[in-house]
């Protein structure tokens, strides 16, 4: 199956894989006091990683899991691999057997059915291992709710037949780093290494602490997407998009069938700098109580908004996108009261520029 013959789904992000070239950087160090400090904070080109690396010498960088279309994460839509994190203090053994299970878990045919070359596995250089499967394996596209979509994963891998304590459920948010392969550990001076699924069964942890002294690299063959690892990924997105309707919208007025004068009006008079958020929010409750779609009240709220996509006051895509989002996923409603209060707002803000643009005259 084609990624291009999929079905597009209606948190998918509208933003090509292309667009996602932006990571968050940081890094962990010490003080002239000796105590230990981390910055972040740092956004620039996902490929400027190696100049990152050379900067702090390699020793405790890190870098996002996700990687961004724009330099502020929190608009951002978020786009990258599925990752795992098994770590426990004073015990690694138990974080790599947790490991090997939920490895073998993931192969199994009625689970994402995926070939051995599809798990990339790390020795963090301290106290665990990081398990990540490169995106193409699951068809993963862009989307503001992925780190969602992976704890759902990762949730149901840590639960059943074995209760997974070392499978880190804290790591699954928009901008969580991880340290970068093949970089140094600030406080143990070991390397995050590469190991194969061999080398993680059967080395010893001693053995693999000692291999950890220094960075190398393994070959790995091109990733393929495989189909069963694609439906299960699909299965998740459409579980996360059902708990979000039962979450926030167990409300559903009736639709009116009709567009009341007031709502025409904020229609009409397109946005006004200093009412546009509280407009779209409106605009977007209304037709989202029509029963439209998220992605037919997204493009209408999108054509109202077009004056003002250029210009020195524009109103950026992402600004809209978060907008409508989260409104249209909510369960607020506004009264006919407010919303006539706001068309007339609009309305007095129309009269008064004519009426000025007339004296001017």
């Known amino acids: 199956m ?9 948190s998918e992000s509208d933003f090509p894989v292309s667009s996602f070239i932006y990571s968050e950087f940081g890094n962990a160090y010490r003080n002239k006091q000796g105590e230990p400090r981390f910055n972040r904070n740092d956004f620039r080109f996902t490929n400027q ?9 390699n020793v405790g960088v890190y870098r996002s899991a996700f990687s961004y279309n724009l330099t502020d994460p929190y608009e951002s839509d978020v786009f990258g691999s599925f990752y795992m994190d098994f770590d426990k203090a004073g015990d690694i053994q138990a974080a790599r057997e947790d490991a090997l299970f939920v490895i073998w878990k993931m192969q199994l045919r009625t689970s994402f059915n995926l070939p051995a070359e599809a798990f990339r596995i790390y020795f963090s250089g301290k106290k665990g291992f990081h398990v990540v499967i490169p995106w193409q394996y699951m068809g993963v596209f862009p989307s503001p709710f992925l780190h969602e979509y992976y704890r759902l994963i990762a949730e149901d891998l840590r639960s059943g037949d074995s209760e997974l304590d070392t499978l880190d459920m804290s790591v699954y948010e928009k901008r969580r780093l991880f340290r970068l392969e093949n970089s140094q550990h600030q406080e143990t001076g070991l390397y995050k290494i590469p190991l194969t699924l061999g080398q993680l ?61 007031s709502i ?53 895509e992402s600004e809209i996108k978060a907008t409508v989002r989260s409104l249209y996923y909510s369960n607020k409603h506004y009264s006919r009261k407010t919303v006539e209060q706001y068309a007339k707002e609009a309305n007095d803000y129309i009269e008064s520029i004519v009426g000025k643009q007339n004296k001017e005259e």
């Open 2 to 10: 084609e990624l291009s013959q999929k079905k597009k789904t209606k």
């Open 49 to 57: 990683a190696d100049i990152f690396r050379m900067e702090k010498k």
């Open 201 to 261: 069964s059967s080395l010893s942890v001693e053995q693999i602490e000692r291999l950890a002294k220094q960075n190398f690299l393994i070959q790995y063959p091109k990733p393929i997407m495989q189909p069963k690892a694609y439906d299960k990924f699909m299965e998740y997105i459409k579980r996360y998009e059902e708990g979000l309707e039962r979450k926030y919208r167990p409300y559903h007025p009736e639709p009116l069938g009709y567009v009341p004068e």
């Open 264 to 316: 025409q009006d904020l229609m009409d008079n397109g946005p006004i700098e200093g009412q546009r958020n509280n407009t779209m929010a409106v605009l977007t409750a209304f037709w989202r109580d029509e029963g439209l779609e998220y992605n037919e009240v997204y493009d209408t709220i999108k054509g109202w908004a077009y004056p003002d996509l250029s210009g020195p006051n524009r109103i950026s």
